[in-house]
């Protein structure tokens, strides 16, 4: 089949995730996307961009026999559809939830903008009345994101006046799959454990969330400081990508931590970021708000094993195994890594992960979106 893919912020894990599964789909793609940066601006106006973009810029014929569209939660699809050439006005779509606006942590100082949930929740009836019979036009990449939105949605709606649209978080939900993100995974496990072998019995510890609040990046640094006022050595690596706004805890951490630092800040190429993951040990996560963690899971795969809080999605994506988490407080976490040793890590499942491998996820995707596509094989 031929997918009309529309990604309005093509960028880090969007991009990522468009582009891995375009190299391991069966399907045919068309893409229309815009840079990522100015978030409200692309919900704003990106299906009205991506319209005119269809009837005036991208050559007629390469746009025939289009099965589908597939776009991300981004985007404004009710626009689209209004605004867009004929021809794909009866498509229909899935839209899929990276992230959502009703439940993704703000700042104190930032009230939450509600209308972009309300896009949200447009962009989702106009997939579901587009979708054939009973094929799930809604994906999400975890179950505790689909399910945290559909409480924010209910809450949201009993403050709607007439309350008109309470049915939608059951309609939301019916027409709803999971889908989780593939990954590129690194080096297969005999080749890290080989690796690992050869360095010495200092504890190497990684972070590789983005450099922003809602990963609780003081908590990781307060956790950190335990340890070093304790006396126990080790080595860190700070990788993640960072923006214009850096919390001032990284700045301090560079200064406290220099003897410690092996690597600190973005990675300039793949290999070196798949460099990275392979040199540590731990992956530590400190995070309040993640609804899959594509990066902790390739450090996972690299070999890294997880020392993360029991909440958010990380039991869905991980599994239940007790030894993954500490109690979610840095007290927890210093004592957690204390009573890790190089020479001593647990073995790790690598089941726990492969399924994330792109060659699944893509299967799984294809697989939707055929369904949703009138049953078109490739």
Known sequence: M????????????????????????????????LPGHHWKWRMRHAGATFA?????????????????VWCTSMLDLASFYGLCDHRFRSLPAMVYFHEN??????????PRDQHFAIT?????????????????????NSAYHRDGFLTATSKLLQKMPGRELDHLPDMIHDASVVLSPGVQLGDAPDTVEATRSERDELLHILWVGRWEHDKDPDAF?????????RGVRFRLSVLGESFKQVPECFATAKKRFADEIVRWGYQ?????????LREADVVVSTARHEFFGIAVVEAVAAGCFPVFPHRLAYPEVFGEDERFYYDGTPDGLADHLM??????????????????????????????????????AG
């Open 268 to 276: 300039d190429s793949r290999a070196e970021y798949e460099a990275a």
């Open 339 to 376: 009573r890790m040793n190089v020479g001593d890590l647990p073995g790790l499942d690598h089941a726990v992960v492969e399924r994330y491998r792109w060659e699944h996820a893509a299967e799984r995707l294809d697989a939707a979106m055929a369904r949703l596509g009138g049953g078109h």
């Open 52 to 68: 005119a973009e269809l009837l005036s810029a991208k050559p007629q014929a390469a746009l025939g026999g289009v099965n589908a």
């Open 2 to 33: 031929r997918i009309l893919a529309l990604n309005p912020y093509h960028t880090g894990s969007h991009k990522a995730f468009l582009e891995g599964w375009m190299a391991h789909s069966r399907h045919d793609f068309e893409t229309l996307t």
């Open 101 to 110: 606006q009703l439940t993704y942590p703000t700042r104190h100082d930032d």
């Open 221 to 229: 640094f307060a956790a950190l400081k335990k340890l070093k006022k």
């Open 120 to 140: 949200h929740l447009t962009s989702a009836l106009a997939a579901i009345q587009r979708a054939p019979g009973l094929s799930p036009s809604i994906g999400w």
